[in-house]
């Protein structure tokens, strides 16, 4: 008797573990779903929707072969998933947050990275901390911001140009230097946040030491145990992943001036317009706020960061879990298998609770479908004369997803404007950038990040030329 129990509650387990890969699927309905051919049970089909080097290619085989509503494999054989590139589709998961909640797996993941945040709540709490987070993002606030923001650019801009002395010293040649530009902008991002959220002064830009890290740590005790700084806010967030965004975003930008040459030239033109003959650092707060109110209003920077943003956005895909059965609407017909053996399309998908929503950011961005058969080239003139169907596609952020979509979109929007405006201005009327030996190459870690093809080891980098610019006739000191 004593063993027949043992041997069903030893058995039990795999029972249920049959059940789940060979029975449960079989109820699943994302099953009726077309998608791409399974390669066996613990084979997912993750990575050629997530790898950035064959993702454009993936997706757009996807809505030619199956649809904008596919089902994919997950990580286990009874995880399948929706892939949807429909916007309907796709507007109804961004909208629905509190029945599409983002999977334990990735609030893990983030919590693990970042603290608990925002970025990781669900529920009631995240509503809490949305509500008190909110304010502090005010136009109002943003715009205190500015000076700041323009100070830390000054400095990294005259910290660049220190380097570029020293090497010459050093080389005894004049020129450029290359520069991780990633590693220096996140530098400065570092600064950038530390004193917007905290008041707090890391003074990375001049001291990178690995105490760095400890400062930071400490400063956040410090603000959660006073509530302190001019963006409280913030603190319900974590600060090395909002680096990491503004300093991918400010970095693709750059690599982006440096692939196309003619772009950066055209830019700088524009930018140079503005920038008054007196030092930045001489300026006002006053004086800044104009001078970035002037900024803000340049046609061909905002161009050229729309597209950056939409051709590389730093969160390359997401995903979200039901949490209850749901019937979802779509815009194109889903080609649906029907009890009967037959196919249907209808304009509908069935999600059963628990199964993932895979939200393809980058695919979304580059729907050639969408923005025309030059989608996935950068083209910042595209924006003055978008295709129709760009308007009705939901975002937050021009009708992309970049700064995602719906209650659970980014809220550092404009905060990030503000530090990507400004520090291209700056940036950009100080120095030229070009590509250097070292060929820089895309992959998606959490974020999408540049390496140096070949130096996957040596961790995210982006080596550019940078160079003083001098304008005709002048002289840099
Ligand atoms: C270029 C820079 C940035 C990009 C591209 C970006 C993009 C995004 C995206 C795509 C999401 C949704 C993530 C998901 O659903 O999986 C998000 C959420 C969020 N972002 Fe950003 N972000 C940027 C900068 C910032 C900054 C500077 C802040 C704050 C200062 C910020 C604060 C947040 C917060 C708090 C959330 C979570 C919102 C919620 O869950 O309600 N972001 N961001």
Aim: hydrophobic share 45%.
């Amino acid at each position: 008797m004593v063993n027949q129990l043992l041997l069903v509650v030893l058995s039990a387990p795999l029972v249920y573990l049959l059940y789940l890969i060979f029975i449960q699927p079989r109820y699943n309905p994302l099953r009726n779903l077309p998608g791409p051919p399974s390669k066996g049970l613990f084979r997912d089909q993750l990575g050629m929707v997530m790898n950035p080097s064959v993702s454009p290619r993936t997706h757009e085989h996807f809505v030619k072969t199956y649809g904008r509503n596919v089902m994919i494999r997950g990580i286990l054989p009874w995880d399948l998933r929706l892939f949807t590139l429909d916007p309907l589709t796709l507007a109804h998961v961004m909208k629905h947050s509190h029945i599409y909640e983002k999977p334990w797996q990735s609030r893990r993941l983030i919590t693990g990275l970042i603290g608990c945040g925002m970025l990781a709540a669900e529920g009631a709490v995240h509503k809490r901390q949305r509500r008190v987070a909110t304010p502090a993002f005010s136009v109002q606030n943003m715009r205190e911001l500015v000076p700041l923001v323009f100070a830390k650019g000054d400095e990294l801009k005259e910290k660049w140009l220190e380097m570029v002395r020293e090497a010459e010293k050093e080389t005894e040649e004049t020129g450029g230097l290359k520069l991780d530009v990633c590693h220096w902008v996140s530098r400065a991002t570092f600064d950038v946040i530390g004193s917007a959220g905290f008041d707090y002064q890391f003074n990375a830009i001049q001291n990178e030491t690995n105490e760095l890290f400890s400062a930071y740590k400490e400063m956040f005790e410090v603000a959660v145990s006073q509530q302190s700084g001019a963006l409280w806010g913030l603190a319900v967030i974590y600060l090395p992943i909002l680096e990491t965004l503004f300093l991918l975003a400010i970095t693709w930008m750059l690599y982006l001036m440096a692939r196309y040459p003619d772009v950066q030239a055209r830019l700088r033109a524009e930018l140079l317009s503005l920038l008054p003959p007196t030092p930045l650092s001489a300026l006002t707060p006053d004086e800044v706020s104009r001078l970035y109110a002037g900024i803000a209003e340049l046609k061909f920077l905002e161009n050229v960061i729309r597209e950056a943003m939409r051709l590389i956005p730093p969160v390359h895909s997401s995903a979200r879990v039901a949490t209850r059965d749901d019937v979802l609407p779509a815009a194109t017909p889903v080609r649906t298998r029907m009890p009967d053996g037959s196919t249907q399309e209808v304009k509908e998908v069935r999600v059963p609770k628990g199964a993932f929503i895979h939200v393809p950011v980058e695919g979304f961005n580059l729907d050639r479908e969408v923005w025309g058969p030059d989608g996935w080239a950068f083209k910042p003139d595209r924006w003055d004369n978008l295709p129709e169907a760009v308007v009705s596609q939901p975002g937050l952020y021009n009708n992309t997803l970049t700064f995602s979509a719906g209650p659970r979109a980014c809220i550092g929007l404009r905060f990030s404007i503000i530090e990507i405006k400004t520090f291209l201005f700056i940036l950009l009327t100080h120095f030229t950038f070009a590509e250097s030996d070292e060929k820089v190459g895309k992959a998606n870690v959490v974020l999408t990040r540049p390496y140096v093809i070949g130096k996957h080891m040596a961790g995210s980098q982006c080596p550019l030329l940078v160079t003083p610019y001098v304008p005709e006739g002048a002289q840099y000191s």
